[in-house]
């Protein structure tokens, strides 16, 4: 069974260009979530899906970022215009029930890595 | 404050040895307790959730103190293969699809 593709993988984007990251999620899961980490900082929530709605957003940074997950399938993060403090590696992740608990289990994918420069 | 705190290390072992991480957490709200794992530039990776006292699987045991808002992740006998960054990471009941992660600490096995 495939896990959770991200794409790209890697990206360097000059400061005030967008970017469209994508993920794909494992093939039934109702739950989506984008995280990121930037450098030397935790891996930090941005936000979560559930179908196609989002469940939380909290964690977005700023109104640079939009997320959609339209038809509740796959999903994009754009970052329109990128910044620079904006580089780090943001982690796609699903799961069939919300959060991390028995019996169910977050997947993450490999992460799109993004540089802006 | 931040939510979790961990110490980033790095430590550096030999092979056999036995290491231990701890991991604070600032919320006394929070529910449930992980450790994940993470290789250079991969996913982290599920390794041990911890719902109660603690939990043992092999060479690894986690531990939860709730009074003191800790956990831990101990491993025995360490392998070369355990060679990678361990995150704590913990979730509340009030934003369940929410984790909030520690910044990791690098463990390196030496032969």
């Known amino acids: 069974e495939a896990g959770v593709t991200q794409f790209p993988s890697h990206s360097v984007i000059e400061k005030g260009q967008t970017v469209t990251l994508r993920c794909d999620p494992i093939?039934?899961?109702?739950?989506l979530y984008w995280y990121r980490r930037v450098m030397g900082k935790e891996i930090k929530f941005l936000l979560h899906?559930?179908?196609?709605?989002?469940?939380?957003e909290s964690g977005m940074p700023n109104n640079r970022f939009l997320a959609e997950r339209t038809g509740g399938t796959y999903s994009t993060l754009k970052v329109q215009p990128a910044e620079l403090e904006d580089s780090g590696v943001y982690f796609c992740?699903?799961?069939?029930?919300?959060?991390?608990?028995?019996?169910?289990?977050?997947?993450f994918g490999e992460g799109s890595w993004l540089t802006v420069v | 404050r931040k939510e979790v705190e961990q110490d980033p290390g790095p430590f550096n072992v030999p092979e056999g040895a036995t290491v231990a991480f701890n991991c604070t957490y600032s919320?006394?709200?929070?529910?449930?307790f992980f450790w994940y794992r993470q290789d250079c530039r991969k996913e982290p990776k599920l390794l041990m959730s911890?719902?109660?006292s603690g939990n043992e699987d092999g060479r690894f045991t986690a531990q939860l103190n709730r009074a003191s808002q800790y956990i831990s992740l101990l491993i025995r006998d360490s392998k070369l293969s355990d060679s990678a960054t361990y995150l704590c990471?913990?979730?509340?009941?009030?934003?369940?699809?929410?984790?909030?992660f520690g910044r990791g600490t690098q463990l390196t096995v030496w032969p």
């Open positions: 992740a699903s799961s069939q029930l919300p959060g991390q608990g028995i019996g169910n289990t977050i997947y």
């Open positions: 093939s039934g899961h109702d739950n």
């Open positions: 899906f559930v179908k196609e709605s989002k469940q939380d």
């Open positions: 919320n006394s709200a929070s529910q449930s």
């Open positions: 911890v719902y109660s």
């Open positions: 990471a913990v979730n509340k009941g009030s934003t369940l699809g929410r984790l909030y």
